[in-house]
């Protein structure tokens, strides 16, 4: 399913699980012990631009870039993590007050979570 704007159609599947206007963002998340994700920023390049709070635009932007089918573990450490690859890397705040910058344990559990809710087939 997409979310179809202006632009290219967003799927509709990662734009819920991620936006925090949805009420179901990055539930995989609460497995870290620190509550609901409350707030995502990114910093682009990853050592040295401006870090921005992601928005709705900004979570439609991720979910056409970077894959959410059965690369997602791979196409999001790539994205965020490898030192050597990575264009950005990605801050959470949780529940508890929290900040934590995203690691590769952060998309095993999405990858995880995608695959048991959508089999692996939600984005491509």
Excluded at 27 to 49: D, I, K, M, N, S
Aim: glycine share 6%; proline share 2%.
């Amino acid at each position: 399913m997409s979310y179809d704007t202006a632009e290219e159609p967003v799927c509709l599947e990662c734009l819920e699980t991620h936006d925090q206007h949805f009420r179901n963002n990055y539930v995989w998340l609460t497995a870290l012990g620190h509550g609901h994700v409350v707030r995502v920023w990114f910093q682009e390049p990853a050592t040295t631009g401006e870090i921005k709070l992601y928005t709705t635009e900004w979570w439609k932007a991720h979910c056409r870039v970077v894959d959410h089918g059965e690369n997602l573990y791979i196409a999001h450490v790539k994205a965020f993590v490898d030192p050597f690859t990575r264009f950005a890397k990605m801050i959470f705040q949780f529940e508890d007050g929290i900040q934590l910058e995203a690691d590769e344990s952060f998309y095993a559990l999405e990858q995880k979570y995608f695959d048991a809710n959508f089999g692996g087939e939600a984005c491509h």
